[in-house]
């Protein structure tokens, strides 16, 4: 199993450009978080989804952020417009249920 | 409001020296609590929860509910331990959890 796969690595983008983070579950786990890491804030849950259906958002920053689950094997984080201050390491997580939490290898985003 | 506090951001310890690791939180009930460790170019992964009782790589953590504390500790610190360590907690057993914003610790030689 290679584990929670999240494309791209990297982004670099220009302020107001859409940009689409996508990650792919472990097979067989019903429940998918998004989370935003920087130096700052530390890391920071954004939305996660139980059984595809949204739960709880109250992490997404604002508008400007959406996440969708149109499948149990697939995720995505979209951000329209981008602003500088997005940039940020972004990890996806999944879990079978209330158990461990098993990490992407996360997307570094830069917003220029 | 359910909080996780990392009071240091960095830890510098030198190598065989003990390592401390604090993390206080902020619920009244009964929590679940984690550590979670990023290496260097490495995901980010549990290293041991307070409901297994373990030690793993060496690292112990206790739960202290009078103090609302979960301390990582390892009595002999390796250069290998350099990372990133993140205490976490969980709820209502429900499936989400909140992190502390993190400790670097750098072992020096």
Redesign the interface.
């Known amino acids: 199993d290679a ?2 796969i999240q494309s791209p690595r990297h982004e670099v983008t220009e302020m107001g450009q859409e940009v689409t983070l996508r990650c792919k579950p472990i097979s067989g786990h019903n ?1 998918l ?1 998004w ?1 935003r890491q920087t130096m700052m ?5 954004l939305i ?1 989804f ?1 059984n595809n259906v949204p ?2 958002d109250s992490g997404m920053p604002e508008d400007r952020f959406s996440a969708k689950m149109p499948n149990a094997s697939f995720s995505t984080l979209k951000i329209q417009p981008s602003e500088p201050r997005d940039s940020a390491v972004y ?1 996806c ?1 999944s ?1 079978l ?2 158990t ?7 997307t570094r985003l830069t917003v220029l | 409001a359910q909080r996780v506090t990392q009071p240091e951001k960095l830890l510098s310890v030198f190598k065989g020296a003990p390592v401390e690791l604090k993390c206080n939180y902020s619920y009244s009930g009964s929590p679940e609590l984690f550590w979670y460790v990023q290496y260097s170019r490495q ?4 290293l041991l ?1 307070h409901i297994s009782r373990e030690s793993i790589k060496g690292f112990t953590a206790d739960l202290n509910k009078g103090e609302t504390s979960f301390h990582l500790k390892k009595p002999f610190a390796q250069e290998e331990d350099s990372a990133m360590y ?1 205490c976490a907690l ?1 709820w209502n ?10 400790t670097r610790l750098h072992i020096l030689p």
Request: charged share 25%.
């Open positions: 584990g929670v429940s978080f989370y804030r530390g890391l920071e849950l996660y139980n739960i709880d990890f997580a879990s249920g209330a461990t939490q098993y990490f992407g290898p996360g | 995901r980010l992964q549990l929860r993140y969980r057993r429900d499936d989400k959890i909140i992190f502390g914003k993190g």
